[in-house]
C-alpha cells in the first residue's frame, strides 16, 4: 500500500520519540556500568562520566576481595542454589501427585492450595511461625518459608497432566514404583516447566530482601540485597555509614564507584543464567498455563 508524506512524517516522528524514549531509560544502565569501571581519581575529577579516559577494575577487585560483600554474596549464591533446588523439588512432587486422579482428597487439596494463593496472611503470621520454629537469625529462614508457591504448584500440575497416562503404566509394567516413574519418566520430559519455574525462584531468592530484613540480624547471613540497599541509602543513614566506612577505609575508592559496581555486580548473575533456560522458558510457562 502506498502510503502518503503524512503518514510517513507520522510514522518517522513515532519512531523517533520510541528511540529518544528507549535511549532515556537506557541510559541509567549504561551510567552505572560505566561510573563502575572508571578510574576513581577519573571520578573524583569530573563527578559526571559520561566515557571514562581509562576503564578498570579496580572497585569490583576491592569488592570481590572484601569480606562484607563476599560474604554476602555467598549467602545469596547459597540461597539462589539450594533454594531453587529445594523449591522445584518440593513443588514438582505436589504437582505430581495432585496431578494424578486416583489421588483421594485431591480436590479438597487443591481448593486448599488455591486459598493460599487469594488469601494473604500479611507479616505477623508468619513471623510468628518463623519464631517458634527457632529459625531466627538462621539461613533457613529465608528459605523455608517460601519453599514453594501454590500458583506454581497449579501451574506445573497442569504441565503433569498433558503428559500421557500411557507413559506411567509403561513404567509400572517395567515394575517401577511411583518414585521411579517420577524420576525417570516424569521428571525428563518436565525440563521445559522445571527450567521456567527455577529461574523464578531463582530471581526471587536471589533478590532475597524483606525477608532477610525480618528473620536476620547476624551480618554474617545478610544477602546481598541488603548490603546493597545500606550502601545504596543515604549517607546520612548510621547503617550505611557503617558499611561504606568498612568498604572504602583501607583505600581511597569513591563510594559512588562502590555502589555502581554492587549494583552490576549483583545484576550480572540472573543476566548470564537467563539465556541458557530463554529456549525452555516460553515453552515451559506456555504448557503449564494451558491445562489445568
Request: proline share 5%; glycine share 6%.
Amino acid at each position: 500500500m502506498n502510503r502518503s508524506v503524512s503518514d510517513k512524517w507520522f510514522n518517522a516522528m513515532i519512531l523517533l520519540l520510541l528511540t529518544v524514549t528507549g535511549l532515556l531509560m537506557l541510559f541509567p544502565f549504561y551510567y552505572v556500568f560505566v561510573v563502575s569501571f572508571t578510574s576513581p581519581i577519573e571520578y573524583l575529577k569530573k563527578g559526571l562520566v559520561l566515557f571514562p579516559a581509562e576503564w578498570t577494575l579496580t572497585s569490583y577487585r576491592y569488592l570481590l576481595a572484601n569480606n562484607v560483600f563476599s560474604k554476602a554474596a555467598g549467602v545469596s549464591a547459597f540461597l539462589a542454589v539450594a533454594g531453587t533446588t529445594l523449591s522445584l523439588l518440593v513443588t514438582s512432587a505436589g504437582a505430581y501427585t495432585l496431578s494424578r486422579r486416583r489421588l483421594q482428597g485431591r480436590r479438597v487439596l487443591l481448593i486448599l492450595i488455591l486459598m493460599t494463593t487469594l488469601f494473604n496472611p500479611g507479616i505477623i503470621p508468619p513471623y510468628l511461625v518463623v519464631r517458634e520454629l527457632g529459625l531466627i537469625n538462621s539461613i533457613w529462614s529465608l528459605i523455608l518459608p517460601v519453599l514453594t508457591s501454590g500458583w506454581y504448584v497449579i501451574l506445573m500440575k497442569g504441565f503433569f497432566e498433558s503428559i500421557p497416562d500411557e507413559l506411567e503404566e509403561a513404567g509400572k509394567i517395567d515394575g517401577a514404583s511411583d518414585i521411579g516413574i517420577f524420576v525417570r519418566i516424569i521428571l525428563p520430559l518436565s525440563l521445559p516447566s522445571l527450567a521456567a519455574f527455577g529461574l523464578f525462584y531463582a530471581v526471587a531468592y536471589w533478590n532475597t530482601f524483606f525477608s532477610a530484613i525480618l528473620y536476620v540480624n547476624k551480618a554474617d547471613l545478610r544477602p546481598l540485597q541488603v548490603v546493597l540497599q545500606m550502601l545504596l541509602i543515604d549517607s546520612s543513614s548510621s547503617s550505611s555509614g557503617e558499611i561504606a566506612n568498612q568498604m572504602s577505609s583501607e583505600i581511597q575508592i569513591p563510594t559512588d564507584t562502590l555502589k555502581m559496581a554492587a549494583v552490576v555486580i549483583s545484576t550480572v548473575p540472573i543476566l548470564v543464567v537467563y539465556p541458557f533456560l530463554q529456549k525452555h522458558f516460553a515453552k515451559g510457562v506456555m504448557v503449564g498455563s494451558i491445562k489445568g
